[in-house]
C-alpha cells in the first residue's frame, strides 16, 4: 500500500511540474515615438480690405462712428455705395463656415432701433430685405443670428482660406419724427461662423 501511494504521490508531483512549466519563444518589438496629434480650428476674420487687415474683431473709434451721429429721419446713413467688409475663413482646419449676423442693442433708447433700417447685400448673390435694427435683433431663427445667404436658395458657407464679400445699407426711416430727436443707441454686431455639416 505504501508503493502505492508513494507511486501516487509521485505522478502528483512530476504532474504539477509538469503543468507548471513554460515555454520560451524568441519575439522582437519596434516603437514608434514622436506622434503628437493636434487639432485645429474655425477661424472667421473680418477686413475692409479684401486682401490685408484680417482680424478677429473691430472696434470702431470716434472717428469711425462720425457717420452715425447726427441722423434724421430720411437719411441714406452708409450712402448709396453702403460699407463693404469682407469675411474670411481662416481656419487652420480643412473645414468650411456656416456664416451668420446678428445685431444686439448694447445701451441707450431704443427708439431708434426701430426707426433705422438695414440690409446686406453679398458681392455678385443675395440681397436681404430691409429690416429694422429691432427685427435684426429679434426676429432670430436661432441664437446664432440670423443665417447669411449666397443666393435666396443657397446658404452662405465660406470654404477655408477663402474671402466672402458683403455691403451694409442703412438708412434712417422717412416716417420717423419727433420721437427720435436726441436719441442714441449702442449697438454691438456679431458674424459667426461654424464649422459645416
Not at 473709434?61 to 455705395?81: E, H, M, R, S, V
Request: glycine share 12%; aromatic share 10%.
Amino acid at each position: 500500500m505504501k508503493s502505492i501511494i508513494k507511486s501516487l504521490v509521485i505522478i502528483v508531483a512530476a504532474a504539477a511540474i509538469a503543468g507548471g512549466a513554460t515555454y520560451a519563444y524568441f519575439s522582437s518589438s519596434v516603437v514608434v515615438n514622436g506622434i503628437t496629434m493636434t487639432s485645429g480650428n474655425a477661424d472667421l476674420q473680418i477686413s475692409s480690405n479684401i486682401n490685408t487687415g484680417f482680424v478677429d474683431g473691430i472696434n470702431l473709434t470716434d472717428a469711425d462712428n462720425a457717420g452715425f451721429k447726427n441722423l434724421y429721419p430720411g437719411q441714406d446713413i452708409l450712402g448709396a455705395n453702403g460699407y463693404t467688409f469682407y469675411l474670411k475663413n481662416s481656419s487652420t482646419s480643412n473645414i468650411g463656415l456656416d456664416t451668420y449676423f446678428k445685431v444686439e442693442t448694447v445701451s441707450g433708447d431704443y427708439g431708434l432701433c426701430n426707426a433705422i433700417k438695414l440690409k446686406l447685400v453679398r458681392s455678385g448673390g443675395y440681397e436681404t430685405d430691409w429690416h429694422s435694427l429691432c427685427d435684426w435683433r429679434d426676429n432670430i431663427t436661432s441664437g446664432k443670428g440670423w443665417r447669411m445667404q449666397n443666393t435666396a436658395t443657397d446658404q452662405e458657407v465660406i470654404p477655408q482660406n477663402e474671402v466672402h464679400g458683403w455691403t451694409a445699407y442703412a438708412q434712417v426711416d422717412p416716417n420717423a419724427g419727433n420721437e427720435i430727436q436726441g436719441k442714441s443707441l449702442g449697438l454691438k454686431i456679431t458674424f459667426l461662423g461654424e464649422q459645416h455639416h
